[in-house]
């Protein structure tokens, strides 16, 4: 497989480059490096400032197709800006959920009159949304929501009624892409719905929930009685779950390879720490620190020979998995980065600053411990071995209670 860029794609990668340092000046420099997970309390309101000055110049939803506002890159092209993106030290962006998740999935499952009601306003980021999986007893085991909506006959309308929880930036968002129950009795992956719900409204109650790295990134969600109009169900009612999974599939897509251009930034400054604590000098850290190194080479060359085999339609034919395998490898990368950055820190990684009433961390104390969320988020480890095991490796299933 030839990964060597085209004298195209090396043009891109320039323009890309030249287009985020012209543009990242100003009151935009300030911004560089805030945001993303761990972190999503900072300065808000201006990186959603710098996400509509992206979207004036063409830079939001860049894999799209152009008719549906995209800038429709080839995989490759994808690949770089997103690189480039993180390489720039550019804030995180602030409409992840629907950028990357509900767009492709509406452009995939919608009606044209929700796909021209919604796509516009994801491209300008005029509208960011949420993602209402999750509930109490429904995580790993998402057939089991029990979330209930049903229609209003006099209305038409959905009235949603249950609880969701921990939902991702709720608390900033318009609107909440929701997996209900809509056929009473229905059991596991029959009956459901994947509807399109107002969060600025009577019925709705977001509760943020504290975490331990300080701030609130996500939310306990509460339906009572909530309502959305009845056109909006994507796929079929009761016919959800194929449009809930096929939403997943674009979790663990291209965006997430530039992530690995952050975790490099991430490990330089780790190394940094080591160099001028000492730490350097302990042979058994250099040896994790150079694995680390070694290790982020070898998830980034998978995934891009993953990419090129999704893209050219040859995952199931080398064996499928690739999405699982990648998640596995980069989740327990990045956590073990966040024990190395602690062995590094030695004594000082157990203080935290202290800021008045509350607590505050340094880049690193925050990596060590939002990078346990990692393995869990996005699908668990255990359930992305539970996917290799059966899906791939045809291992006799697991016994479900
Ligand atoms: C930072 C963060 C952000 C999140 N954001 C969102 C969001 O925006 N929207 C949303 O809907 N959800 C969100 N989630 C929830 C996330 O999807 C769930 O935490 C995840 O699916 C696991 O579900 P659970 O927490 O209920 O754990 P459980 O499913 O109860 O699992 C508990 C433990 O048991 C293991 N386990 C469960 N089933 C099996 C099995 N069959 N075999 C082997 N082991 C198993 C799990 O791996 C885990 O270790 C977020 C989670 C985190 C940490």
Not at 125 to 139: H, M, N, T
Not at 240 to 262: D, I, K, N, Y
Not at 301 to 322: C, F, H, I, N, P
Not at 381 to 387: A, H, K, L, T
């Amino acid at each position: 497989m030839d990964l060597t860029e085209s004298a195209e794609d090396r043009a891109f990668r320039e323009e890309v480059r030249t287009w985020l340092s012209d543009h990242l000046t100003g009151e935009w420099a300030a911004l560089r490096g805030l945001g993303g997970p761990g972190r999503e309390h900072e300065a808000h309101d201006e990186r959603l400032a710098w996400n509509r000055h992206l979207a004036d110049h063409g830079w939001t939803a860049v894999g799209w197709p152009v008719e549906h506002g995209g800038r429709g890159l080839s995989l490759w092209q994808q690949v770089i800006f997103h690189e480039e993106y993180a390489r720039s030290n550019a804030p995180a962006g602030v409409n992840h959920l629907g950028e990357q998740l509900l767009g492709p999935t509406l452009i995939a499952f919608g009606t044209p009159a929700q796909q021209q009601r919604f796509l516009p306003e994801i491209v300008a980021v005029r509208e960011l949304w949420s993602q209402g999986y999750s509930e109490p007893d429904a995580g790993s085991d998402l057939a089991n929501v029990q979330t209930r909506a049903r229609r209003d006959e006099a209305t038409g309308e959905w009235v949603i009624d249950g609880q969701k929880v921990w939902t991702s930036l709720a608390h900033l968002s318009d609107w909440c892409f929701v997996v209900a129950r809509t056929e009473p009795g229905s059991t596991r992956h029959a009956g459901l719905s994947f509807l399109l719900v107002p969060l600025e409204q009577e019925g709705v109650e977001v509760r943020p929930i504290e975490q331990l790295t300080s701030g609130s990134e996500f939310n306990e969600v509460f339906f009572t009685g909530a309502r959305t109009s009845g056109d909006l169900v994507v796929g079929e009612p009761g016919r959800g779950w194929g449009v809930a999974m096929g939403l997943l599939g674009f979790e663990r897509g291209v965006s997430t390879l530039g992530q690995t251009v952050g975790f490099a930034r991430e490990l330089d400054a780790v190394v940094a720490r080591a160099r001028t604590n000492g730490a350097i000098d302990d042979p058994v850290l250099r040896d994790r620190l150079a694995r680390m190194k070694t290790e982020l080479a070898v998830i980034r060359s998978y995934a891009l020979r993953a990419l090129a085999l999704v893209e050219g339609g040859q995952d199931s034919a080398a064996g499928g998995g690739a999405g699982s395998i990648f998640k596995l490898a980069w989740a327990t990368w990045h956590r073990t980065l966040g024990e190395v950055a602690m062995d590094v820190a030695g004594r000082d990684g157990l203080l935290a600053r202290d800021s008045g009433a509350s607590y505050d961390l340094d880049d690193q104390q925050r990596l060590f411990l939002f990078s346990r969320a990692d393995t869990i988020y996005g699908g668990s480890d255990e359930i992305q071995r539970n996917i290799l095991a059966e899906r791939v490796l045809g291992l006799p299933k697991e016994p479900r209670g």
